[in-house]
């Protein structure tokens, strides 16, 4: 409980005219006592903090980027008015409007018996579950001379989930998958192993797919053209370790990753196949195994949204060993890490084997648009060196992938905002050749 009717005590005294205060405490008490009296009445009337009833609710989800509004219910059981200075702390992240300060004050005045609705607007700036802290409630007397002061614990989590920039590019993958599919006038012949039909033969097409029997038939040439292959597993499995920590623009590696992980498992559901998710840096941090098609993106998002960045090198052996019991049959193991030499040559390279010996790899990895910037860059001694490092590092990644290449791995290295359809136009490239 703060009191601080003492300054207001303290000025009235310092008003008195000189002439006819005489410093002795009868003479304080004799000239003050309204004073104090008014002051006491002020205390006794402020409604008690202890007692208040509160309880929350509101949104426990949000995309990164959008607006959260979280409700704070506050009931007054006692007989006497609440005339009250509110504060819901949240942490800084939480994006309080204004100041974290101003946002998150609010004045409340509450009959004896009523309760009143008190809405706090979150932005949050990064991802992750953010909880709220205590609310501090300051309630007053009739004249505001003394206050009453407590808090509460009143807990509450607003999950900030991923924000998919890449949904965007939805739309126009889902056109070319259907063109796969055969389900549009253009038929885009796959070399898959699911039979579609029979059409007349077109210069171009490939002679192993004339069907000899049905040529015999009729007097044209017959080819087969075939379905691409559903119920594929795709497993994607998120570098969780030290490199997807650097930041690249105005976030972390790992979240362009999750961006195009999104996006990929969107398109690979639609297109009828089985899609996990492994984090994984030196234990797993998080799984998503086993979801139907409509359940699959919604358990993702909650899956990457409490995910960080660990400052940790991965443990490639343990990741390896991770993704083989996450998927025992042949699939598809697309992994999104970084290109950096050391790391891919002396930790995934010796144990890549394993890989791909059962599945088929694909390995995706945000670029730093800077340093493309920076290799083309003259005009000064100061940039001449800075476009050599630059091109130096170009050639160390471009060198990297090569040795994956050699290995039979697909190499996507793509900056933040073009990964994720780059991601998605390889998926849809190695479906449509039927290598899945």
Request: charged share 25%.
């Amino acid at each position: 409980m703060a009191l601080t009717g003492r300054t207001a005590l303290l000025a009235a005294l310092g008003s008195l005219p000189v002439g006819i205060w005489e410093p002795s405490w009868t003479g304080i008490l004799a000239v003050n006592t309204p004073l104090a009296l008014a002051c006491a009445c002020d205390f006794a009337l402020a409604a008690p903090v202890r007692r208040l009833r509160l309880t929350r609710s509101g949104d426990t989800a949000v995309r990164l980027g959008d607006p959260a509004d979280v409700t704070l219910t506050v009931t007054n059981p006692s007989r006497r008015p609440l005339r009250a200075q509110l504060r819901d702390a949240w942490p800084p992240s939480s994006g309080l409007p204004g100041t974290e300060f101003e946002g998150s004050r609010h004045r409340v005045t509450i009959p004896p018996g009523e309760r009143r609705r008190i809405t706090t607007r979150l932005l949050p700036t990064r991802r992750g579950d953010r909880k709220a802290d205590r609310v501090t409630i300051r309630s007053s007397g009739p004249l505001g001379l003394f206050t009453r002061q407590g808090s509460h614990d009143v807990p509450w989590t607003v999950r900030v989930l991923p924000p998919f920039h890449s949904r965007k590019h939805l739309p126009s993958k889902l056109a070319r998958l259907r063109e796969l599919d055969g389900r549009t006038s253009v038929l885009t012949r796959g070399e898959g192993t699911e039979f579609d039909s029979l059409r007349e033969y077109v210069p171009g097409d490939d002679t192993r797919s004339i069907d000899w029997r049905a040529t015999a038939r009729q007097s044209t040439l017959a080819v087969r053209t075939w379905r691409p292959e559903r119920d594929r597993h795709i497993l994607i499995v998120l570098d969780t370790g030290r490199t997807s920590a650097g930041r690249v623009g105005d976030a972390p590696r790992l979240d362009a990753s999750m961006d195009a992980a999104l996006l990929l498992g969107a398109l690979a559901s639609r297109a009828g196949d089985r899609v996990d998710l492994l984090a994984y840096d030196r234990r797993i941090r998080a799984l998503v195994q086993g979801r139907a098609a409509g359940e699959l993106l919604p358990a993702l998002v909650n899956a990457m949204a409490p995910l960080e960045p660990e400052l940790v090198e991965t443990d490639a052996r343990g990741l390896t060993a991770a993704a083989l019991r996450t998927a025992p049959r042949r699939s598809l193991v697309v992994l999104l890490t970084s290109l950096d030499a050391a790391p891919v040559e002396e930790g995934l390279l010796p144990v890549l084997s394993r890989l791909t010996k059962r599945h088929t790899v694909l390995v995706a990895s945000v670029a730093d648009p800077t340093i493309a910037e920076m290799a083309g860059s003259r005009g000064n001694t100061e940039a001449v060196y800075d476009a050599a490092a630059a091109a130096q590092a170009q050639a160390e990644r471009h060198r990297t992938a090569e040795l994956l290449i050699r290995r039979g791995v697909t190499v996507i290295d793509a900056t933040p905002n073009d990964l994720a359809p780059a991601l998605a136009d390889a998926y849809l490239a190695l479906k449509a050749a039927g290598r899945l």
